[in-house]
């Protein structure tokens, strides 16, 4: 069979779904995946899955109706050309104008991965409230034209219920998108003093949470270290680099940049931080797991299933940045527990958070491979 895959950020499609990529190629499947082409080597890495790669133009934050609609006859375009036998898509744009244009264009078999609510969904200002009146018309809309959805959680499974989104669909419950591996396995501790931030940095990652927690931490331990890995963002919210540089002049963090392997920042942490307003799963709190690295998250959608609060690492209290400097110096004054943490995480990560038992699930309701049920049908 052909499958379209169609996503909002040309890495993801390696770096988040290659692995099921390949899985689909591997199964015998002609898989063509397509996304805007953020950087340029994106075509190749693609190629190296097996599989074919469609650039598209697409601002994944922008609210341009004008545009919405080029992007749907774009998508339209690509998938009459293509004629494939099955559409999947993930992230909101691609969910929404993707499964509308796989619908229009003929496509029998449309599934959508739904990788995390999103602040428009879940934001209650009057703006996004406005917003919503649009929005959740025309996600209930394209959500109806799915054979089948995937959630990575019940949190946001339970919202879109409540919104109307979701109704009679079948969904299942994916628990994550899984990590391979072969790729993130546990690496020694270097060091007992470096806390990691990884994520765009945009306010709903809870980037100011974060600056603010290692200043109260800094002035307590001066020793303690704070580093911030991820990309500037065109998000509304996000930090600029002028406002960035100047927590790094202060000395309070170090900004190690953009990167497209976490593993060796990873590996130099002591702890992962991930004080995000909302997820669909924490991905790199399951990396860092995986690795070895004891996490600090928030108590909300899509990090208290993946974090064991007290075990794996500690949940704090969401927009609270006392709370999170509280348990990171408890973290840096208690090695041996953090350790002990690491350990727990890393057991949890290799027993739940495992790419290719979460890959043959997706492929199994796809119906693109034969295995037995094993995940939660709601």
Request: net charge positive; charged share 25%; with cysteine.
């Given at each position: ?46 190629l190296k899955l097996g599989a074919k790669y469609l650039p598209i133009r ?93 959630f990575l959680n019940d949190d946001d499974l339970e ?220």
């Amino acid at each position: 069979m052909k499958v379209f895959i169609l996503g909002s950020y040309g890495p993801s499609l390696v770096n988040f779904r290659g692995d099921m990529i390949k899985a689909m190629v591997d199964n015998g499947h002609e898989v063509v995946a397509c996304a805007p082409n953020d950087n340029g080597d994106i075509e190749e890495k693609v190629l190296k899955l097996g599989a074919k790669y469609l650039p598209i133009r697409m601002n994944r934050t922008g609210m341009n109706p004008l545009k919405d609609v080029v992007l749907v006859l774009d998508i339209i375009r690509l998938l009459r050309l293509e004629k494939p036998d099955v559409f999947l898509s993930y992230t909101i744009k691609p969910n929404i104008y993707g499964s509308l244009a796989a619908y229009l264009s003929g496509v029998k078999n449309i599934y959508g991965l739904m990788t995390g609510a999103g602040s428009v969904i879940r934001g209650s200002s009057l703006k996004l409230r406005m917003i919503q009146k649009v929005l959740v018309p025309i996600y209930k809309l394209a959500f109806k034209k799915c054979k089948a959805l995937f959630f990575l959680n019940d949190d946001d499974l339970e919202l879109f219920k409540k919104r109307k989104i979701v109704d009679k669909q079948k969904v299942i419950i994916i628990g994550s998108s899984g990590i391979n591996l072969s790729l993130f396995n546990k690496r020694p501790l270097r060091n007992s003093d470096t806390f990691l931030f990884i994520a765009r940095l945009i306010r709903d990652k809870g980037i100011y949470e974060f600056l603010n927690a290692a200043k109260i931490a800094k002035e307590k331990r001066p020793t303690m270290k704070f580093k911030i890995l991820g990309p500037f963002d065109t998000n509304p919210t996000a930090v600029s680099p002028e406002e960035l540089k100047k927590w790094t002049d202060e000395g309070i963090v170090e900004y190690l940049g953009k990167t497209d392997d976490v593993r060796p920042f990873i590996e130099e942490s002591f702890v992962v931080t991930l004080p995000s307003y909302h997820e669909g799963q924490g991905r790199v709190l399951v990396e860092a797991m995986a690795i070895g690295r004891a996490v600090v998250a928030t108590n909300v959608s899509g990090c208290r299933q993946t974090v064991d609060d007290g075990q794996t690492g500690y949940l704090v209290p969401l927009k609270n940045s006392d709370v999170l400097a509280e348990k990171m110096i408890a973290m840096y004054d208690s090695p041996e527990m953090t350790i002990k943490m690491a350990e727990k995480g890393y057991k949890r990560a290799t027993d739940m958070f495992d790419v290719n038992k979460i890959n043959n699930v997706i492929l199994e309701h796809m119906e693109l491979k034969n295995l037995d049920k094993q995940y939660k049908i709601i």
